[in-house]
């Protein structure tokens, strides 16, 4: 809960002054996992930019169809506002705020809803995790190493394959089969009841 209080107010500090550029410490799995209160895997309808009438800021609405709920309770489709995006002409863009391609699958982990009725991925991109079709299934993705972010998990959580895996690999593993990472996400939620 701090860490989502923190969240919020860096969110309403973005909102009120014109920052162009901001960074986020690296989060561990299990922290994205239980700092969000809502987890689900979906796929990108529609984005749309408009002008906030609570804080004048340029904001996206991004709306997602829900096809699996990982954690928390959602409808069939799902819209998230964030802020950026372009508008008559103007852009106004934050680094680290996700943007989400139409189309496209991802699982996402996302804060609550802030008075404002902002909801961002949990530590922003790190929150956001791009689906990808191998020749084999999905893998998922947000670009930092596995075995560095599941580091604070129990490896009883971690299923077998993705464990040997990540053992039997030198480098870093910046996939994991999209079908372990839910299975993962699942007992890490289990686990923190």
Do not use: W
């Amino acid at each position: 809960m701090p860490r989502q209080f923190f969240f919020t107010c860096l969110l309403s500090l973005i909102i009120t002054i014109p920052a162009h550029a901001m960074s986020v410490l690296p989060l561990y799995l299990d922290e994205i996992v239980d700092d969000a209160a809502i987890v689900f895997q979906g796929k990108s309808l529609e984005n749309h930019s408009e002008r906030d009438l609570q804080t004048g800021s340029i904001v996206t609405y991004s709306t997602f169809e829900v096809q699996e709920i990982l954690k928390g309770e959602v409808g069939a489709t799902h819209t998230i506002k964030q802020i950026g995006g372009k508008l008559e002409g103007e852009t106004y863009q934050t680094s680290g705020v996700p943007t989400f391609t139409v189309g496209e699958s991802y699982v996402l982990f996302l804060y609550g809803v802030s008075t404002a009725g902002f909801s961002s991925p949990v530590g922003l991109d790190q929150g956001k995790f791009n689906i990808i079709p191998v020749s084999t299934g999905f893998h998922v993705s947000n670009g930092r190493d596995f075995k560095e972010m599941t580091l604070g998990i129990s490896t009883d959580l971690v299923p077998p394959s993705a464990q040997i895996k990540m053992q039997k690999t030198s480098g870093p593993i910046n996939r994991l089969d999209l079908d372990e990472f839910k299975q993962l996400v699942r007992q890490k939620r289990d686990a923190a009841k």
